[in-house]
T-cell receptor, first 113, second 113 residues
Framework: GNSVTQMEGPVTLSEEAFLTINCTYT??????LFWYVQYPGEGLQLLLK?????DKGSNKGFEATYRKETTSFHLEKGSVQVSDSAVYFC????????????FGSGTRLQVQP | DAGVIQSPRHEVTEMGQEVTLRCKPI?????LFWYRQTMMRGLELLIY????????DSGMPEDRFSAKMPNASFSTLKIQPSEPRDSAVYFC???????????FGDGTRLSIL
């Protein structure tokens, strides 16, 4: 079955530091890949997505590139802000079968001023 | 546009009671999903609907859980009888098609005493 593996958190960074959150996946075929962000007390919000190999999703300074050869979709940001503190979820949707998201366990990011 | 609306935001009740969670998807979205989030198991899909018809309920934990979608603008998730291990945050999400991103509500935080 499909699965997503994320790096353990929390990740603690100082403001303006570079961020990488690793995500790898297992799936057959050509899944779509997503990053969602969850702020305290809120639901998940779509941050970015990529639907085919070598696609780069980007939003609000965050980027992730769909790497089929390494089955990865790592999230990066060049300069984090305190307001980026949240939990980040990597997810996939397979191209066949069940039409629902499979989530990773989430990575908590804490950005200190 | 209004997002996915869930009610109540918080529910505290005693074990054995019936619990009903409600969701109003985004207008025009054909897919509706119910997820459960716990510390131990992360985000899990419980059930999803397409055009008001349940498509996959394999994630529903047991017969105490039931979900309905009587029309395109309303869905319920019921737990009867409730147990302390049902305590979690329950999210509803909707999407336009299977290939479009899912939009999440703010969730219902359920505590069973």
């Amino acid at each position: 079955g499909n699965s997503v593996t994320q790096m353990e958190g929390p990740v603690t960074l100082s403001e303006e530091a570079f961020l990488t959150i690793n995500c790898t996946y297992t799936a057959t075929g050509y899944p779509s890949l997503f990053w969602y962000v969850q702020y305290p007390g809120e639901g998940l919000q779509l941050l970015l997505k990529a639907t085919k190999a070598d696609d780069k999703g980007s939003n609000k300074g965050f980027e992730a590139t769909y790497r089929k050869e390494t089955t990865s979709f790592h999230l990066e940001k060049g300069s984090v802000q305190v307001s980026d503190s949240a939990v980040y979820f990597c997810a996939l949707m397979g191209d066949t079968g069940r039409r629902a998201l499979t989530f990773g366990s989430g990575t908590r990011l804490q950005v200190q001023p | 546009d209004a997002g996915v609306i869930q009610s109540p935001r918080h529910e505290v009740t005693e074990m054995g009671q019936e619990v009903t969670l409600r969701c109003k998807p985004i207008s025009g979205h054909d897919y509706l999903f119910w997820y459960r989030q716990t510390m131990m198991r992360g985000l899990e899909l419980l059930i999803y609907f397409n055009n008001n018809v349940p498509i996959d309920d394999s994630g529903m934990p047991e017969d105490r859980f039931s979900a309905k979608m009587p029309n395109a603008s309303f869905s319920t998730l019921k737990i009867q009888p409730s147990e302390p291990r049902d305590s979690a945050v329950y999210f509803c999400a909707s999407s336009l098609t299977t290939y479009q991103p899912q939009h999440f509500g703010d969730g219902t935080r359920l505590s069973i005493l």
